[in-house]
Each structure stands twice: as C-alpha cells, then as structure tokens.
Nanobody, 123 residues
Framework: QLQASGGGLVQAGGSLRLSCVAS????????VGWFRQAPGKEREFVGG????????YYLDSVKGRFTMSRDNAENTMYLQMDSLKPEDTAVYYC??????????????????WGQGTEVTVSS
C-alpha cells in the first residue's frame, strides 16, 4: 500500500514536497513513478526514479523545477516541487513496480498506487 501526502494550496512560484510512504512491503526493490491528473485531462507521467536512485526521468515541463528522491530505509519517496506554476495544478499519484529497473510512463506498468494528493497552484 502506498500513501501519498503533502499536497495543498500554494501560490505560483512556491514549493511543495510530496511524500509517498509504502507500508506492508519493502519499497527498496521497486521503481517508482509520479503521475498527475488535472481535471478533464488524462493521467500524465511526471517522472520516475529507479529502485537504486541511479536513474531518474522528468517530464520536460518540470525539469529543473521538480526533484524526485527516495529513502529506502524509511520506505518513503519524495517529489520536491519548486517554482510551481498554475499548470501544475492536479492530483498527484505515486506508483511502484518491480517489473522494470528504471521507470515507465505507462500507468499499466505499475502494480501499486497511492490514493493521490491534490496540488493547487494559484496565479
């Protein structure tokens, strides 16, 4: 089970840090992806981090603003979001998989999903 938290309302230019805590399993062997879904839009792959943290991938529109990390000892993954823009407004989800060593933009690749945490960026 994954539990995402840390969302909220922030002004443009602000920051938020999302957390995703895994329970019931050790997350260290799982690759993790972060997705978001804005109202009326399809779920979008924001980025992913390999189980070893050696490989990361970011959506072009968030490169340089978002940073993923993980603390396998704490079974927790993080998405640090800086310089937030109104277009970043969405429900954010974390997801985990052992099917691949890195990450994938395909939601079906992931076996476990967090419940989502809402991020609203005001202009």
């Amino acid at each position: 089970q994954l539990q995402a938290s840390g969302g909220g309302l922030v002004q443009a230019g602000g920051s938020l840090r999302l957390s995703c805590v895994a329970s019931g399993r050790t997350i260290s062997s799982y690759s993790v992806g972060w997705f978001r879904q804005a109202p009326g839009k399809e779920r979008e792959f924001v980025g992913g981090i390999s189980w070893s943290s050696s490989r990361t991938y970011y959506l072009d529109s968030v490169k340089g603003r978002f940073t993923m990390s993980r603390d396998n000892a704490e079974n927790t993954m993080y998405l640090q979001m800086d310089s937030l823009k109104p277009e970043d407004t969405a429900v954010y989800y974390c997801a985990a998989t052992r099917r691949i060593a890195s990450s994938s933009p395909v939601p079906a690749t992931y076996d476990y999903w967090g419940q989502g945490t809402e991020v609203t960026v005001s202009s």
